[in-house]
């Protein structure tokens, strides 16, 4: 991205934070995200106001650590940053929900409407004095809310089209850049899964249902594991070099019921343990969704990890997403034959795919990676 527009202050001038917590919203083209701080202190000056847009990299507020002094007193730092021209927009009205109520005052007792039409107005939150009447003398009909709410409707319906326009040309920006500048080397193995599984039955059985794990969680922890083997892998190419993440996060591949995608991180994910990574994982998706994403988890990612298994995909080659320098590939799990102790049997497997950069690694080190990754996949006890 290269602009936002802030939403909305969560918080007020003056208010004292700690690090982590959400400050504002901003709109970007693939989401709108929560932005969080990363030190303590009180809320000292707002130089951005909701609603303006911005680009990247402009400072949005101005906090007073604690020990340090008041800068209230310096010119706005906003003042030495271009600001974004913002293009003017039509007022969208916002979309009827049902089981809204419209307050009682904004209909007025002067206002002709039927009992009808301001019945279904309150029902869906359409104020009836901003609906021209085609009834006698001006009176609003039932015909005319209905009119109005299916206008909204439609007009939230573009709303969402135009978001949905931008995230692709967003995606389309990045993923252009990555094939022309990355230099992508593919590698793929095939994984016995039948341990994996029969550990995940098993653990399941001692589940309530609402804590049960399921196989994605293993590939992810697997994932981070093997990354300790290869830590060139978990790296971001800045500068014209590759600085390796001290840190494992792994940006989970999420598909957005409005079309395109996000993939935040699921942070320190070497460190979580199964269950830690499987409630962070239902977390992960149902925000993102949602639509609730900390600017973070949108930053942070030093892999990711895409899984096209439930589209009944095989074999999945990713582009790597700058600037990280990696990016791993599972399909579904299937029924094939396998040979084991001399003997055909029938085993679940998985393709797993690695997509990096030549850059910073080569054929050999990303064969150890997939064959440690194999060897996580066979001993999910350990994982």
Not at 179 to 194: A, F, G, Q
Request: charged share 25%; glycine share 8%.
């Amino acid at each position: 991205m290269t602009a936002g527009k802030l939403l909305r202050w969560r918080k007020n001038l003056g208010d004292r934070i700690q690090r982590g917590d959400i400050i504002a919203d901003v709109e970007t083209d693939k989401a709108d995200i929560e932005i969080e701080v990363f030190t303590s202190g009180v809320i000292e000056r707002f130089l951005v106001q909701p609603g303006e847009k911005v680009p990247v990299g402009t400072v949005l507020a101005i906090i007073q650590e604690e020990g340090r002094p008041s800068v209230a007193g310096a010119p706005p730092i906003s003042a030495v940053r271009p600001r974004m021209p913002t293009p003017a927009i039509p007022s969208v009205p916002a979309p009827a929900i049902s089981g809204l109520r419209a307050p009682s005052e904004v209909i007025s007792s002067r206002l002709r409407i039927s009992p009808a039409a301001k019945k279904l107005a309150a029902d869906v939150g359409i104020d009836p004095a901003s609906i021209t009447g085609t009834g006698p003398e001006g009176r609003v009909t039932l015909e005319d809310v209905q009119r109005a709410q299916a206008q909204g409707a439609q007009r939230a319906a573009g709303v969402v089209l135009d978001r949905a326009a931008r995230m692709r040309q967003v995606i389309a920006a990045a993923m252009a850049r990555s094939k022309r500048e990355i230099p992508h080397y593919y590698l793929s193995t095939t994984i016995d899964m039948s341990r994996a599984l029969t550990w995940l039955t098993q653990e399941n059985l001692k589940r309530p249902v609402e804590d049960r794990l399921v196989y994605g969680a293993l590939l992810l922890k697997a994932v981070a594991l093997a990354l300790r083997e290869t830590p060139e892998l978990n790296s971001i190419w800045m500068d014209g070099k590759a600085i390796q993440c001290p840190d494992v996060h792994v940006g989970v591949a999420i598909s957005l019921r409005g079309g395109g995608l996000v993939a935040p991180a699921l942070k320190h994910t070497d460190h979580l343990s199964i269950d830690e990574l499987m409630k962070n994982f239902r977390d992960l998706i149902q925000r993102a969704r949602a639509g609730s994403l900390r600017s973070s988890e949108l930053s942070d990612p030093t892999v990711t990890v895409t899984s096209l298994g439930e589209q009944g995909v095989e074999v999945v080659f990713g582009i790597i997403y700058p600037p990280q320098v990696a990016l791993v590939g599972f399909g579904k799990v299937v029924e094939r034959p396998w040979s084991s102790d001399g003997k055909i049997v029938s085993r679940p497997v998985i393709t797993a795919t690695l997509s990096a950069d030549h850059r910073v690694s080569d054929g050999h080190r990303g064969g150890i990676f997939l064959s440690a990754l194999d060897r996580m996949l066979r001993e999910p006890e350990k994982l």
